[in-house]
C-alpha cells in the first residue's frame, strides 16, 4: 500500500484494545505512529508512541514531524461515569483538532470509527437500518451525544474536503476477548438480566474483523459512510445460551428505576439507557461495505460470541 | 424449569399444529427448517417456532371461525403483497389469511404482515410476532422482504379499519398509498383479498380515541362482546393486479392506481356477502 517508505498512518487511541488489535495487524506493513494519552506498554518496537491529549498544540507535531498518509481516528472515549463535560471536550474537541491537522498537513486518507449505536435503538426502527438513516441514539441517550457528534464532524469534513478520502466506519457490537465495553462486559456477567418478554435480534462483530475493516478503509479510492456487520444476526437469548449464562428476566418497568438506582450507588457499571438494546432493534444493513470491499468476516458468529470469554473458549 | 415448561408447551403445540393439518403435516414441517445455525432468518423469524405459535390459530381457523378459503391458487409463487380489508378490532383477519395461506396453498407459504410500530414496545407480543414472521411495518422493511420474494399481507386501512366502529363494517377506510409505492418500486403484483366474516366479530359502538391516547393505544374501541364472536370466515382472494410506473409518482396518480384496489376490494367484499346466508354459518 505505502509506495513512500518514509510515509506513516497515525492512529489515535493506540492504547485503547482495539488499538492494539488494529496495532498487530497493521505494523508490519505500515509504519504507525501512535497518539494517546495513556500509556502503551508491550507495543511494537516499530511503533512511534506520542503521550499526549488530542487536545493539546502539541499534538500537532506529530504532523509537522511526519509525513502522514493516513490517519485512523479511533480516540473516542465512551465511559458513562466521566463528567458529561470532560467527555464531550475530549471527543468533541479533540476530533475538531485532528480534522483541522488533517486538512492543513494534506493527509489524503481520514478513516474514523463511530459506531452503529448512532442510530439507536427504538420500537420504531426498520430491521436493517442504512447509512443514510437518521442518527437517533440521543433522543433517548444523552450520553452517547457526543459520539454522534463526532460522526456528523466527519461527514461534514467528508464534504468539506472531497480531495481528502475521507471514511467513516458504523461498526455492530464490537465483541472480543480484551474488548471492555458495554455489550462485551454485560455478555460476561453470568446472571444478565434480559427485559421479560424481549429478546432482540443482535449484530455482533469480533475485534479482529473490527480492526481489519479500519485497515481495509486505508485503501485507496475508498470513501464514504459505511456501516460494517459481523457474521449476522442473532437473538439475544441464543447468545446468552451459547455463553451458558443464566438470564435473570426483569419486567421493563421496573428494571429501569431499578438500574438507575444501581448504577447510583456504583452497584450496576450500566446507565439505564443502555437497556434500550437489550429491548429493540438497533440493526444495520451492511451491504454497501460487503460490496465496495469485498467484506467478509474471518470470526463465525460462534466465535464471536464466545470471544468475550477469551481466545481459549473461543477456540 | 421455567424452560423446561415452555418448551414442553411449544411442543405440544407444534404437535397441535401438526394434528390440525391433517394431511398438509409433511408440507409443514418441510417449511420449518431453521434458516442458520440459531434457528432464525435475519428478521428473527424461526419457522419451527412459528409452527407452535400458530397453534391458537390453526384452531380458530378449522373449529372457532369455519374458515371457507376461495381462490387461493391465485397467489403467484414469488413477492407478492396482499391487500385485505382490516376489521375486528384485534387482528385475527391477518392471522386466518396467513393461516389458509399455510394449509390451502401448494406449497405452504409464510405470510410476512406488516404490524404497528407500537407492537414492537409490548413485551411478549413483541417477541412472539418476530419468532413468528411479523415484521415492524416501516417501507424499508416492506421493500427488503418483497425483494427476497416473500408474500406480505397488508391492511392499508390500518388502524382506521380495525377499529371501525359498527356502521361501517364492510365499508373500506381511506386506503393509504404506501403499499402502491412499494408495489411499483419493486415490481410487485397485489392480490386483493376480501374478508368476510371478521367485520361482524367484534361489534364496537364507541372508539375511546383520547383515552387510548392516554395509555399509549393506538385506538380503544369498546366492543359489545368480551370476546370476538365465532362469526363464519370467508375469505376471497382475487385475481393478481399489476401496476406500472414510477414509486416517485404524484401522491394524485398513485391514489389513482390504489382507487383500482380498493374498488376491486370493495366489489369482492359485496359479492361475498350477497353470496352468504348467515353471519355465523
Known sequence: ?315 | MLERVSEGLKGRLRQLTLDLAGPRREALEALAKPPNEFGVDPFGFDPDYALSAVAPFVWLYKNYFRVEAHGVERVPAGRVLLVGNHSGQIPLDGAMVGVAMLLEADPPRIVRAMTEKWAASLPYVSTVFARSGQIVGTPENCRRLLVNGEAVMVFPEGVRGIAKLWPQRYQLQDFGLGFMRLALETDTPVVPVAIIGAEEQAPALLNLKSVGKLIGFPALPLTVTPLPLPTKYRLYFGDPLTFTGSADEEDSELDRKVRVVKTTLQGMIQQGLEEREHVFW
Open chain 1, 1 to 315: 500500500m505505502g509506495s513512500d517508505a518514509r510515509q506513516v498512518v497515525v492512529v489515535t487511541g493506540i492504547a485503547g484494545n482495539l488499538g492494539r488489535t488494529l496495532t498487530k495487524q497493521l505494523h508490519r506493513t505500515q509504519r504507525i505512529v501512535g497518539i494517546d494519552r495513556r500509556p502503551f506498554p508491550g507495543a511494537p518496537k516499530d511503533v512511534e508512541l506520542f503521550q499526549l491529549d488530542l487536545r493539546k498544540k502539541k499534538a500537532e507535531d506529530v504532523f509537522r514531524i511526519h509525513d502522514v498518509r493516513a490517519v485512523i481516528h479511533m480516540g473516542i472515549m465512551h465511559d458513562p461515569r466521566m463528567s458529561a463535560e470532560e467527555h464531550h471536550s475530549f471527543n468533541v474537541v479533540g476530533t475538531t483538532r485532528l480534522l483541522d491537522a488533517v486538512a492543513k498537513y494534506g493527509v489524503k486518507k481520514l478513516v474514523v470509527l463511530s459506531s452503529a449505536n448512532v442510530y439507536g435503538p427504538s420500537p420504531d426502527n426498520s430491521n436493517f437500518l442504512s447509512e443514510d438513516a437518521p442518527l437517533m441514539a440521543a433522543s433517548r441517550f444523552s450520553g452517547v451525544r457526543d459520539l454522534i457528534e463526532v460522526d456528523m464532524l466527519a461527514q461534514g469534513f467528508f464534504w468539506r474536503h472531497p480531495d481528502i478520502e475521507t471514511v467513516i466506519l458504523r461498526p455492530v457490537h464490537i465483541l472480543g476477548p480484551t474488548i471492555r465495553n458495554a455489550p462485551s462486559n454485560y455478555l460476561r456477567l453470568q446472571y444478565p438480566w434480559m427485559l421479560a418478554g424481549f429478546d432482540p435480534m443482535l449484530q455482533l462483530i469480533h475485534q479482529d474483523d473490527a480492526a481489519r475493516a479500519m485497515v481495509d478503509a486505508l485503501r485507496p479510492g475508498l470513501k464514504g459512510v459505511y456501516n460494517v456487520v459481523g457474521p449476522g444476526e442473532v437473538p439475544l437469548s441464543a447468545v446468552l445460551r451459547e455463553l451458558g449464562r443464566t438470564p435473570i428476566p426483569v419486567p421493563h418497568v421496573v428494571a429501569r428505576p431499578l438500574l438507575g438506582a444501581l448504577f447510583r450507588y456504583r452497584l450496576a457499571s450500566f446507565p439505564p439507557p443502555e437497556l434500550d438494546h437489550i429491548q429493540f432493534l438497533c440493526m444495520v444493513d451492511g451491504s454497501r461495505w460487503q460490496q465496495e470491499v469485498g467484506w467478509n468476516p474471518t470470526h463465525s458468529m460462534r466465535d464471536t460470541i464466545r470471544s468475550v470469554d477469551g481466545e481459549r473458549a473461543a477456540a
